[in-house]
């Protein structure tokens, strides 16, 4: 696996469990301005994709280089 397929992994997999999570509250009424009872969950979530991406970046310390090769190969592509 390279640093780009397993950050789309990533990705998609955090996107899932955010969407599960708000399907989970989407019937819910707040009711005030600070009533989201999911926000505990939803931060979470967001903490455990951010250190799996801290993981990935040292796992991969050319992910930048990597990064940058991904967008020039699709921009030809989409310009190809």
């Given at each position: 696996?390279?640093?780009v397929s397993e950050a789309q992994r990533l990705q998609a997999e955090t996107e899932m469990k955010l969407d599960?999570?708000?399907?989970?509250y989407s019937g819910y009424v707040p009711k005030g301005l600070d009533d989201e009872p999911w926000s505990a969950e939803?931060?979470?979530?967001?903490?455990?994709f951010s250190a799996a991406v801290k993981a990935l970046r040292l796992k991969y310390p050319d992910w930048e280089e990597t990064v940058e090769e991904y967008k020039r190969q699709k921009d030809e592509q989409g310009h190809g």
């Open positions: 696996m390279s640093y599960a999570l708000y399907e989970k939803e931060r979470e979530i967001i903490r455990a």
